[in-house]
């Protein structure tokens, strides 16, 4: 089974900064990488399909980059709306979520 | 506009079962995709539990295969969940989800929180 880590768990920062977001896999998964936010009391929400594709609708503020065993997820400029939980998902072998990084405001 | 939206009990005593509906509006179950069910444990594990493709072929996790059964009713553009022999650690909120693989679960019900207790 792949498992699935994210880092930080917690992250604080300010309106403005650029934050980044990392996800590793215990083994190669090929790009097969989503991620997702989820706000207090909402579903979670697709932000970035295979890697890097920006889902539509999302602000470009968010990106995706990564291979192999190692993928980030980065806001260039955090807004207050950010504040959420951020799962990265592998479905290269079977389905797998990381524990999520909850991001919140300095 | 697609929309998905989960119901059942809120609450299952230990070793029964739990049953829950996903009814889906704007979009046809046997059209495409796979139609997926995620859950969320308290203090934030997400685990996806297993989809019952367009075709009616399903997947499940295989931590849960002895334990779960996902099924449709396409009169009624439906499809369901039932985990049996349920333990307090199945308590969670149930999400029910399209997804298609590469390009992620991008449809969401609102979920439902199902606790198990006696």
């Known amino acids: 089974d792949i498992q699935m880590t994210q880092s930080p768990s917690l992250l604080s920062a300010s309106v403005g900064d650029r934050v980044t977001l990392n996800c590793k896999a215990s083994?190669?998964?090929?790009?097969?990488l989503n991620w997702y936010q989820q706000k207090l009391g909402e579903a979670p929400k697709l932000l970035i399909y295979?890697?890097?594709n920006l889902q539509t609708g999302i602000p470009s503020r968010f990106s995706g980059s990564g291979s192999g065993t190692d993928y980030s997820l980065t806001i260039s400029s955090l807004q207050p709306e950010d504040v959420a939980t951020y799962f990265c998902?592998?479905?290269?072998?079977?389905?797998?979520f990381g524990p999520g990084t909850k991001l919140e405001l300095k | 506009e697609i929309q998905l939206q989960e119901s059942g009990p809120g609450l299952v005593k230990p070793s029964q079962s739990l049953s829950l509906t996903c009814s889906v509006t704007?979009?046809?179950?046997?059209?495409?995709?796979?139609w997926s069910w995620i859950r969320k444990f308290p203090g934030n594990k997400m685990e996806w539990m297993g989809y019952?493709?367009?075709?009616?072929?399903?997947n499940y996790n295989p931590s849960l295969k002895s334990r779960i059964s996902i099924t449709r009713d396409t009169s009624k553009n439906q499809f369901f969940l039932q985990l049996n022999s349920v333990t307090t650690e199945d308590t969670a909120t149930y999400y029910c989800?399209?997804?298609?693989?590469?390009?992620?679960?991008?449809?969401w019900g609102q979920g439902v929180m199902v606790t198990v207790s006696s």
């Open positions: 989800v399209r997804y298609q693989v590469y390009y992620g679960f991008d449809y």
């Open positions: 704007g979009y046809t179950i046997t059209s495409g995709y796979d």
């Open positions: 019952i493709r367009y075709s009616g072929s399903t």
């Open positions: 083994q190669n998964i090929n790009k097969n």
């Open positions: 295979y890697t890097n």
């Open positions: 998902f592998q479905y290269n072998s079977g389905n797998t």
